[in-house]
């Protein structure tokens, strides 16, 4: 991970970092009322990030050139990706702009309620960590899923957490707000179609949506979480058994109260009734909703049939993910 001899002149990098993509299975939305929520890390879809050593006074560049942003670390207080550099140098000890050229890129759709923002934190806070002459060794993940936490807060205030957690550890999370995070074993692997509505949707303008919502009808709402947190139970000892023949009626279940939560959306119900109508066990949003990307669960005989079903109604990208195995 490491070369520290930037005498060759050459482009140097001093460390590398990758994160994942994640999704929700069950639970989004209730888990910011403490209901717990599973969510599971996608590999198929990354962010990268390098630091280079840059010339001597040159100060700490970060570019992202896929989305056109380059910015210098001192004058970009508000931007999430230069709070997490900050953050990690903080963590690491490190008081001096550091001579750094950061580059950042991700495949993980934008707002689309894969994670993306938590995975690019995450490999920002990571390569940083790893550059730092002060600090030894592999960047532990708490300290990185701290970093990454606080830079989530950018998004949307009262983030639950369960993004940062998955894409940190990279394994299926069992995610209760406020408790150390569950990592459990996926008893017997499942494939998942993962469909995107291409229309971006910020998770912070959804949440405060619910919260306002909730603050008109606590009980109904509080109802409605209950009902979720039921589901996510259920769902989490037959993915935790192998007994997978309800998985699909659960994730029915989760979205006919995600629909009556109100964060679902016309091209979302679309391609959801379309993946089952091609033959998914079930579907539903995952994340934040009113857009971004759907689930749906597929017997592997099937899961051609669902992709084509989802791209032929209009969805920007269908991928494939096992989760487990
Ligand atoms: O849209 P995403 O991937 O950021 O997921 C948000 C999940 C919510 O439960 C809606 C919010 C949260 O902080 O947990």
Known sequence: ??????SVGKRVDLAN??????????????????????AVPVTIVQ???????????????????????????????????ALAVRLALAAAGVDAEPDWN???????????????GAAVSAVLARAVLASAPTFRGCPDAETVNRIVYAVERIHHATPSGIDNTVVVYEQPVWFVRGRPPEIFDIAKPF?????????????GQVVAD????????????????????AIAERAKR???????????????????????????????????????????????????GRGGNLIAVVKREKIGLVREALLAEGAARAIVTQVGG
């Open 1 to 6: 991970m490491h070369e520290k001899d930037a």
């Open 17 to 38: 970092a990758t994160a994942p993509g994640k999704v929700i299975l069950f639970g989004e939305h209730a888990v910011v009322y403490g209901r717990p929520a599973i």
């Open 47 to 81: 962010a990268t990030a390098a630091v280079a050593a840059a010339a001597a006074g040159s100060g700490c560049t970060i570019s992202a050139p896929d989305v056109g942003v380059r910015i210098r670390l001192p004058s970009a207080p508000d931007n999430p990706l």
């Open 102 to 116: 950061i580059s950042v890129s991700s495949t993980i759709p934008i707002a689309g309620g894969m994670g993306s």
């Open 191 to 203: 494939h998942l179609v993962i469909a995107d509505t291409g229309i971006a949707s910020p998770t």
């Open 210 to 229: 619910v919260r306002a919502a909730r603050q008109k009808d606590a009980a109904r709402y509080d109802a409605i979480f209950d009902a979720i947190g």
């Open 238 to 288: 037959i993915i935790a058994s192998g007994k997978l023949e309800t998985l699909g009626f659960l994730m029915r279940e989760n979205q006919r109260l995600l629909r009556q939560l109100e964060v679902s959306a016309p091209s979302l119900e679309r391609l959801i009734e379309s993946a089952e109508d091609a033959g998914a066990a079930g579907a539903k949003l995952s994340g934040g």
